[in-house]
């Protein structure tokens, strides 16, 4: 059983940084594509970054601002956001998909505001 838990969310003023987490366990990160994926109020969920052995995709609005990373000994992917925007405020989910499924945490909320 795959299980995806995300921390590292909160509130963040504009130009601040946060870096996410996703810890995954029943599956090995660094064997499978993984991705962050965003979804304000009132909007489609959209992919932010992936990581895919050693390549790494990220959506235009991000480039330059935010990295997605993983640390194969903790099992875990990030996501560190600099330069935070107010439209950067999402609840984030990070998804793994292994084998034709794809699993998805629960997702973690940020908000930048002051």
């Known amino acids: 059983q795959v299980q995806l838990v995300e921390s590292g969310g909160g509130l963040v003023q504009p130009g601040g940084s946060l870096r996410l987490s996703c810890v995954a366990s029943?599956?090995?990160?660094?064997?499978?594509?993984m991705g962050w994926y965003r979804q304000a109020p009132g909007k489609q969920r959209e992919l932010v970054a992936h990581?895919?052995?050693?390549?790494?995709g990220y959506v235009d609005s991000v480039k330059g601002r935010f990295t997605i990373s993983r640390d194969n000994a903790k099992n875990t992917v990030y996501l560190q956001m600099e330069s935070l925007k107010a439209e950067d405020t999402a609840v984030y989910y990070c998804?793994?998909?292994?084998?034709?499924?794809?699993?998805w945490g629960q997702g973690t909320q940020v908000t930048v505001s002051s």
């Open positions: 998804k793994l998909s292994r084998s034709g499924n794809d699993y």
């Open positions: 990581i895919s052995g050693g390549n790494t």
């Open positions: 029943g599956s090995i990160v660094s064997l499978y594509p």
